[in-house]
């Protein structure tokens, strides 16, 4: 499996941003899509997850209401959507694989830069 | 919400033993996975479900978990190790995932 996402993005503060995540091999639809946010510098954080077969997503608290996830089973690529970005929001979003919802992240994308600066 | 604490880094000279903990309240009770994350790439599990290994990962990775610790363990360790190693467990009672601060790792 290999999941390739969008390019480097530099946004304004209030704009928002959608991230792709293009899978390729294994089962798309069966999966769970997890993405996952690190600021320049710092740890990992979970923001929450889809699985294409049902079109279900769930969202860590910390990001409910600003962030949207989807996924278009037909071209197996899944989307992460950000509103209300703040200036101190810059980072790399990535995407991630697993089995199931409480499954290890087995296979990640190579992550996508959002700027965010006026 | 569930919180795990790493030490913010640890150091080991060449062909020793490293050893990263990951506490956590009663963190024996759950299943513990441990990513290694090298300077500009992705993360990659080196550990799951406590002590599996997937495949390619050197047996020098293993680890344990019991009480309020979990151990990700490195033995014979080498240059190619220095990282960032982050635990990250399934925080049933909210359904959501939870990752440790990390702990870089430095080879002297």
């Known amino acids: 499996v290999q999941l390739v996402q969008s390019g480097a993005e530099v946004k304004k503060p209030g704009s928002s941003v959608k991230v792709s995540c293009k899978t390729s091999g294994g089962n798309f639809s069966t999966s769970v899509i997890n993405w996952v946010r690190q600021a320049p510098g710092q740890g990992l954080e979970w923001m929450g997850e889809f699985i294409p077969i049902f079109g279900t997503a769930k969202y860590a608290q910390k990001f409910q209401g600003r962030v949207t996830l989807t996924a278009d089973k037909s071209t197996n690529t899944a989307y992460m959507e950000l509103t209300s970005l703040r200036s101190d929001e810059t980072a790399v979003f990535f995407c991630?694989?697993?089995?199931?919802?409480?499954?290890?992240?087995?296979?990640w994308g190579q992550g996508t830069l959002v700027t965010v600066s006026s | 919400s569930y919180m795990l604490t790493q030490p913010p880094s640890v150091s080991v000279a060449p062909g020793k033993t490293a050893t990263i903990t990951c506490g956590g309240d009663?963190?024996?009770?759950?299943?513990v996975h441990w990513n290694q994350q090298k300077p500009g790439q992705a993360p990659v599990v080196v550990i799951f479900?406590?002590?599996a290994r997937p495949s390619g990962i050197p047996e020098r990775f293993s680890g344990s978990n019991s009480g309020n610790t979990a151990t990700l363990t490195i033995s014979r360790v080498a240059a190619g190790d220095e990282a960032d190693y982050y635990c990250q467990v399934w925080d049933s009672g909210v359904d959501h995932w939870v990752f440790g601060g990390g702990t870089k790792l430095t080879v002297l």
């Open positions: 479900y406590d002590s």
């Open positions: 991630t694989t697993a089995r199931s919802v409480v499954d290890p992240f087995d296979v």
């Open positions: 009663n963190i024996g009770d759950k299943s």
